[in-house]
Each structure stands twice: as structure tokens, then as C-alpha cells.
């Protein structure tokens, strides 16, 4: 079973930089998360595991959940970093982790054509975040706000939402509230809802 922390590490040995502004942002504005460290999460499955420690139960108990049960504990997303064709639009969606991405219902409901996923270099660019760790988080480091955060209805349904701290051997469970009234004023992002 992973060990759940109350907040930033107490040593940051090996931490990245990315990392510990995450936690200093939080701290900063007076965000309440919990926190787990793990070995590095590339796979929805892996976040499953995640959810379940985060909920303190076995992936099975949580499996057997009802998705309006799993909200209790928190909401893993998957973030994916989304472009038009031409690259001059930017787009952060997150949206349930068991939830199908359709670009086709995305698209018409912010009137931008052809979606594509984002390169490296732009995620790199304008989030100072890597493949595998992209995090609603990483709209910390968008200082001219180049990207536009869109977040799935189902979201905000839940009483907790988690992420990675802008690097994926961490995850983080925060209260949704705080994402949307505390976090997002605090680096400048509005979000869009969508329902996918």
C-alpha cells in the first residue's frame, strides 16, 4: 500500500525544480493536499492504483466502485495538451481517466477543427512540463496564458481531484473546490467546462 502525506515533502533531495514550485504555489495560497509517491505513472492503470490509495483501498475495491462512488476519493485525469492544426491554438483538457476522448465532440464545442495532440517542445515550452506528467498544475509556468484550460463537466462533480505536482512520480488529491476558487485565479486561467 502507498503511503498518503499531508503536503510538500520534508526533504527535496532529487526533487526537480518543476516540482517544488508546484508546492510552493499550494503552500502559498493556502491549498490543503494530500500526497503520494510512487514510481512513475505512465499508464491509466497505474492511475487506478493511485485512486484506490488515495480512497485507502485495494485496486479490486475500487474497480468494484460505481463511478459516482470513485468521486468520494478523487478524480485521476487525464490531461492531454491539445492543439489546432495550424499550432497557434493551445488547449489543456482533463477529463476522467475512464472517460473516451472523441476529438470530433471537442471541437465543436470550442470551434476549433482538427485537434491534434501537442508536440514536446511545446508542451515543454509553455507548461515546463514532459510527456507523462502534463498537470492542470503546469498552467503555473503559462505566464501569457497561451494555453486555454478546458475541464470535462464530470470533473467538477467530484469533491476531489488529483494530478501530478508537474512531474509523474508524485500525485497529489486536492479539493476540486480549491482547484477552481483558489488555484486557477491564483495563475490566471479561466476555465472552459465541456461535456464529452
Known amino acids: 500500500m502507498l503511503t498518503i502525506y499531508k503536503g510538500r515533502p520534508e526533504d527535496f533531495d532529487g526533487r526537480q525544480e518543476r516540482e517544488r514550485r508546484v508546492y510552493e504555489l499550494l503552500d502559498g495560497i493556502g491549498v490543503e493536499y494530500d500526497r503520494l509517491d510512487h514510481e512513475a505513472a505512465m499508464t491509466m492503470e497505474v492511475c487506478a492504483e493511485i485512486n484506490a490509495a488515495f480512497g485507502r483501498m485495494t485496486l479490486e475495491e475500487f474497480k ?14 487525464k490531461n492531454l495538451f ?8 493551445f488547449y489543456l483538457l482533463m477529463i476522467p481517466g475512464d472517460k473516451k476522448f472523441l476529438t470530433k465532440n471537442l471541437s465543436a464545442q470550442i470551434n476549433s ?27 503555473m509556468n503559462d ?9 470535462d463537466s464530470d470533473v467538477l462533480k467530484s469533491e476531489y481531484v ?9 500525485s497529489l488529491r486536492m ?15 479561466e476555465p472552459i467546462v465541456v461535456t464529452l
Open 64 to 77: 468494484a466502485e460505481s463511478s459516482e462512488e470513485r468521486t468520494r476519493h478523487a478524480i485521476i485525469c
Open 82 to 89: 491539445l492543439c489546432n492544426k495550424q499550432r497557434t491554438r
Open 113 to 139: 477543427a482538427r485537434l491534434s495532440f501537442a508536440g514536446e517542445e511545446d508542451m515543454l515550452r509553455y507548461l515546463d512540463i514532459t510527456p507523462g506528467s502534463v498537470s492542470v498544475l503546469g498552467l
Open 143 to 151: 505566464k501569457d496564458n497561451a494555453v486555454q484550460l478546458l475541464i
Open 162 to 170: 488529483g494530478c501530478h505536482p508537474c512531474i509523474n512520480t508524485s
Open 175 to 189: 479539493r476540486t473546490r480549491d482547484l477552481i476558487g483558489k488555484i486557477l485565479p491564483a495563475i490566471h486561467h
